[in-house]
Nanobody, 115 residues
């Protein structure tokens, strides 16, 4: 089973961009469906984006057209490119892997959008 480590979070001004990375250990990363979720203080964890092992993608309505999920199986890494960031995008962002009924989560990375 893979282990996931997110990076790339930080403080950014409204309208700015960030790219999150999620590095996975293990040799079967390419078989995992990978996703990004986020959780703001006092709120539930929400779906952001997923990418299947075949490269198909899906996005939450609030991020469509602004965020892009991608993966590099040679580097065992999934990315989330976030553009046109808004204050309401502020949250802890979590990477998730799914394969054969099992889910695995990273520890999260904080994204703060503020002027």
């Amino acid at each position: 089973q893979v282990q996931l480590v997110e990076s790339g979070g930080g403080l950014v001004q409204p309208g700015g961009s960030l790219r999150l990375s999620c590095a996975a250990s293990g040799s079967i990363f390419s078989e995992y469906r990978m996703g990004w979720y986020r959780q703001a203080p006092g709120k539930q964890r929400d779906f952001v984006a997923i990418i299947t092992s075949g490269g198909s993608t899906n996005y939450g309505d609030s991020v469509k057209g602004r965020f892009t999920i991608s993966r590099d199986n040679a580097k065992n890494t999934v990315y989330l490119q976030m553009n046109s960031l808004k204050p309401e995008d502020t949250a802890v962002y979590y990477c998730q892997g799914y394969r054969l009924g099992y889910f695995v989560w990273g520890q999260g990375t904080q994204v703060t959008v503020s002027s």
